[in-house]
């Protein structure tokens, strides 16, 4: 599944498509939230694979950190980031936000 396989296609007047603009969801802190060290080869794609089962949900886990977002989808290495739990309220709040 790609990263855009949930955003739905538009079309302008003019007949052409582009994609829908995405509202991410605040993630608050909880006490179920997991903090992990990161390695270099660490990738936020990754990263969700690991614990959520789904790569496509990686702005899950970069939107919990935008301290170490710049433009790349690696965080870097040795620095302790949020994986953002429970995860189905997050999407829910995601699904409510683009609907």
């Given at each position: 599944m790609g990263r855009y396989t949930r955003i739905p296609i538009k079309k302008s007047n003019t007949g052409s498509q582009y994609y829908?603009?995405?509202?991410?969801?605040?993630?608050?802190?909880?006490?179920?939230?997991?903090y992990v060290f990161t390695t270099?080869?660490?990738?936020?794609?990754?990263?969700?694979?690991?614990?959520?089962?789904?790569?496509?949900?990686?702005?899950?886990?970069s939107s919990a950190n935008p301290q170490y977002l710049g433009a790349s989808l690696f965080p870097g290495g040795g620095v302790q980031i949020r994986i953002?739990?429970?995860?189905?309220?997050?999407?829910?709040?995601?699904?409510?936000l683009n609907g």
């Open positions: 829908k603009r995405v509202i991410y969801p605040n993630i608050p802190r909880s006490n179920q939230d997991l270099d080869e660490d990738r936020y794609d990754l990263l969700a694979l690991q614990y959520y089962k789904s790569s496509s949900l990686w702005w899950v886990i953002p739990f429970p995860i189905q309220d997050i999407i829910n709040e995601f699904n409510a």
